[in-house]
């Protein structure tokens, strides 16, 4: 069971954004990476695999692949010191709208995310962070919402019927930004278009936490 700390986490402990330049130069570009994504996910073989979720890359083997095609991919990933493991997130309106209330990764996972809007990312999709106001066990589900107490990958998600408060809410749809990922967060996309709005989710490695890393060096990087 996890007890309440009483710490007030407020917008500042969610999401910083990377400047207009920055993001401009780098959305058309992980954009040409996911239509390769999508070009290579061929079957459950493929290095690149088509999940729930949507486009993943999350062994090295796998991104190395992605890099080989995009040379300038490593040396970004090595600038800001991330790890081989990207994946592209999609949600639609019409037949698939949310992320349900979770943390990614396992506990001890990394707390920060290096995300980057890619398609649809329009202010009808809003990402919202929450802390729940009552003691609460957490459920381990798969990514398309299985029970995955057995399983690799499965996520801490908040049970039905918690009571939380939202911290922050927020619509990713122009810049780059680093994203807090160890906190529960869901995502809600309203849409009535038959269309996939895609989010780029890359990994920082667990020795890089949102409190103990000076964030505002990444960004003065860009």
């Not at 090295?60 to 995009?70: C, G």
Request: aromatic share 14%; glycine share 6%; net charge negative.
């Amino acid at each position: 069971m996890l007890t309440l700390t009483g710490n007030q986490l407020t917008e500042k402990d969610c999401i910083k954004e990377f400047g207009e330049e920055f993001s401009n130069t780098y959305i058309p570009k992980f954009r040409e990476v996911f239509y390769f994504f999508k070009r290579n996910a061929v079957d459950n073989n493929s290095l690149i695999r088509k999940l729930h979720l949507g486009y993943t890359a999350m062994r090295p083997e796998a991104f190395d692949f992605v890099s080989n095609e995009f040379p300038w991919i490593e040396e970004f990933r090595l600038k800001f010191g991330l790890e081989k493991k990207i994946n592209f997130l999609e949600t639609h309106g019409l037949s698939k709208p949310e992320f349900k209330l979770h943390i990614d990764g396992t506990p001890g996972a990394p707390s920060m995310m290096f995300n980057c809007p890619i398609l649809n990312c329009t202010e009808e999709t809003t990402t919202y962070w929450v802390e729940p106001m009552e003691d609460y066990e957490t459920i381990l589900l798969c990514e398309n919402g299985t029970n995955g107490e057995k399983k690799h990958g499965a996520t801490p998600h908040i049970p039905e019927g918690i009571k939380y408060r939202t911290i922050h809410s927020d619509t990713i749809t122009n810049r780059c930004v680093l994203f807090r990922s160890d906190i529960f967060h869901g995502v809600k996309n309203i849409s009535n278009r038959d269309e996939y709005r895609i989010m780029m989710h890359w990994w920082f490695p667990k020795s890089i936490q949102w409190n103990d890393h000076n964030v505002s060096t990444i960004l003065k990087e860009s």
